[in-house]
């Protein structure tokens, strides 16, 4: 296979990979028969969220790590394993202890799988492209986002002909079988391959074409760095708001009157955005470069959360969908910073393990923005002041991306 053939084909391998496991943001349609069953709060779900999240996190950490010893095929197979013991282990829940159950089985072990698999999917797709990381990590990224938009509907129909338990098992099958078979395609360019693919740019925007070439730094180096602090800090506030608004999920639109899959259509919105912001900040990363793109994304985000209070003040179901893809944009966009950043700033030999510190943010992001959302929703009797709250995060992100904007290296 020619070397533009084998980049085509591994950009589309794990594009479809990541679709599929973007499902995990589709949790709230996932979860929605068992919150009927088993009567679980809106707390209880958003805990749900925040844990997938945390544990996906590890996910991703433990990923560089079993990678740097092993090779990627491991991580492919264990992260395969673990699918199956999350969904097969979630179907088994019963009485009052299955909160607690899905928390470990679908939370922590089904999720930690997806980290495990994401964190080598990334970094394979990248070192391919880095002549155009920006779009490459757009495009698969895009999957990712995307999957919880495309799956969500497929998983409420689904539930409409089978048992939720025999769709968990389902699932679960499936996505460890379709992870096991694309790790038979997707791996990292041989060293003669390497020398063949178009050269990386060095710049990380063109204001900066005379910058220093990119260097490889490990872990401790990019940590003492002040453009990752700042990086850490905007993905945390734009991470909040994305994981807050999908932690809430359905119950979002519910509370204007709309049914089980009016609802799901409607946050759904909020992963064809996610899915797109990726795609889009991918594209104009490469073109603009990091500072002009991350604070247009700051604003994004600012002005969907808005949107979101607009559109519950004056119960309109439309203006909550506009409010959903423009908030999903926003976070989606904010992702991709995230391996963009890290490639161009700290090199690609530890991409694997720099981009799972980065990824941290997202426990404390999950922790407050999802499961603290929903929280104080939950304490308040209403969802306009959590949403007001993060616009406020929005305005705070705008003004870090500013910083990061002037920041060098």
Known sequence: MNLRARRVLTLAVGTLLLLFLGLIYAYSVLMAPLKAQFCWSVSGMTLIFAISIVAFTIGNLLAGKIESAVGVRPVYLLGAALLLAGFVGSSLVDGPSALAVVYLTYGVLASLGIGLVYNVVIPVVTSWFLDACGMAQGVSLMGFGMGGFLLGPVATQLYTVLDWRVAF??????????TVACSLILREPT???LAKLPAAVPAQ???????????DCGVAQMVGDRTF?????????LGSVGMGITGIGK???ASLGADALGAAFVIGFVNVGNGLGRLVAGTLLDRLGRGRTMVGVGLLSMVGTILLVLSLLGESTALMTVACLVAGLAWGAAVVCMPFVTRTEWGMANMASNMAVVNTYSIFGAVLGSWGAGLLAERLGSFIPVLVIMAFMGAAGTLVALALAKSSR
């Open 205 to 215: 925007s063109i204001e900066e074409a005379d910058a220093a070439p990119v260097r």
């Open 229 to 237: 602090r700042l990086l850490y800090v905007f993905l945390f506030m």
């Open 169 to 178: 098992v389902g699932v679960g099958v499936v996505f460890s079988a379709l």
């Open 191 to 193: 060293s003669d391959e």
């Open 251 to 253: 119950e979002l639109p």
